[in-house]
């Protein structure tokens, strides 16, 4: 059962692009929505992250975008540079006992060409 | 300001051997969790402790893996007569409770090649 679902698998985008990246959620109880990066061989790296009482968090070039309503939530990167290329993963969990675990969605390979 | 540790980082065992990985938290975290990533894949929850006790652990821990944090600070999982499916990451992760928005912090992850 897959309860965090994220698109697109992979991207491309000019320096100097805006790249985004949508994530959609099933369960109800999630109230914490964070983005890692990932780059090869290493762990993933908390970017930024959003609690459901607001629709937009920005910092620096990141901005999660989230809509309550829709259970849906995207990462904007804007200005992209050649050094963001990484796979990036959205993710979701709840605050309360075992819910407290990261579900992840499957990835999204983003390349930033010259 | 020391992050999550794992060690080793890399291990090629052959089929059938058992290997122990360690994690050492961030230091003042109560929060311990173990997720397995494959290529390609994001990373998959294994089990997570609060201070000593395990309190959860997933269906894709088989009766092979067990995983321990004895005095609530460093933990770890061992595979038992691995198999090549258990070819992975193992990452760590830690958290402190009540922390906002339960920030989890990786580590570099420990690399798992059964040949």
């Known amino acids: 059962q897959q309860q965090v679902k994220q698109s697109p698998q992979s991207l491309i985008v000019q320096k100097g692009g805006i790249s985004i990246i949508n994530c959609a959620y099933e369960?109800?109880?999630?109230?914490?929505f964070p983005w890692y990066q990932q780059f090869p061989g290493k762990g993933p790296a908390l970017l930024i992250a959003?609690?459901?009482?607001?629709s937009e968090k920005k910092e620096g070039r990141f901005t999660i975008s989230f809509n309550k309503s829709a259970k849906q939530f995207s990462l904007h990167i804007m200005d992209s540079q050649p050094g963001d290329s990484a796979t990036y993963f959205c993710a979701a969990s709840g605050n309360t006992g075992t819910a407290s675990k990261l579900t992840f969605g499957t990835g999204t390979r983003l390349q930033v060409t010259l | 300001d020391t992050g999550v540790s794992q060690d080793p980082r890399h291990k090629i065992t052959k089929r059938g051997q058992n290997v122990t990985f360690r994690c050492d938290p961030i230091s003042e975290h109560n929060r311990l969790y173990w997720y397995r990533q494959t290529l390609g894949q994001g990373p998959e929850f294994l089990t997570y402790f609060q201070n000593e006790a395990q309190l959860e652990k997933s269906r894709l821990l088989s009766d092979r893996f067990s995983a321990e944090r004895p005095k609530g600070s460093f933990s770890t999982l061992e595979i038992q007569r691995t198999e090549q499916g258990d070819s992975a990451m193992y990452l760590c992760?830690?958290?402190?409770?009540?922390?906002?928005?339960?920030?989890?912090?990786f580590g570099e992850g420990s690399w798992l090649t059964v040949v």
């Open positions: 959003i609690r459901p009482d607001v």
């Open positions: 992760a830690s958290s402190l409770q009540g922390s906002t928005g339960n920030t989890i912090y």
């Open positions: 369960n109800t109880a999630f109230d914490y």
